[in-house]
């Protein structure tokens, strides 16, 4: 039997609700301010995805960016970040942002966070 690595996540982590379904229409991004940190709301064709909201590189918000396809893109110097893995797809950015889990149900659209207790 299959651990589900989310579930395990529940244990030091905590759901924050960050939208409503109806929210956010595909191809667009919202920032929620979460226990101090930005975290940016993707809704892309192939669901939702949750990233810091800072590029890697310059720290520019990325929610100032652009949304294209699974990628956004960083309005300070063009670079660009997977928003399914957080990985830097073009430079400058080479480091990857960090990703969050989302918990997506009929209530609405949650963020696994850190316990910052845990």
Do not use: W
Not at 24 to 31: A, D, F, M, N, S
């Amino acid at each position: 039997m299959s651990e589900n690595p989310f579930e395990h996540n529940l244990l030091t982590h905590k759901l924050c609700k960050i939208a409503d379904h109806d929210e956010l229409p595909q191809g667009k991004t919202q920032v929620a301010a979460v226990n101090g940190r930005e975290v940016l709301l993707c809704h892309t064709a192939e669901g939702y995805f949750a990233v810091d909201n800072l590029c890697s590189h310059a720290a520019a918000r990325l929610c100032d960016g652009k949304l294209k396809g699974h990628r956004v893109l960083c309005p300070m110097h063009g670079g660009s970040f997977d928003v399914r893995d957080g990985v830097a797809l073009s430079r400058p950015a080479t480091a990857p942002i960090r990703t969050y889990q989302l918990l997506v149900n009929e209530q609405g659209i949650f963020v696994s966070l850190p316990d910052e207790a845990t």
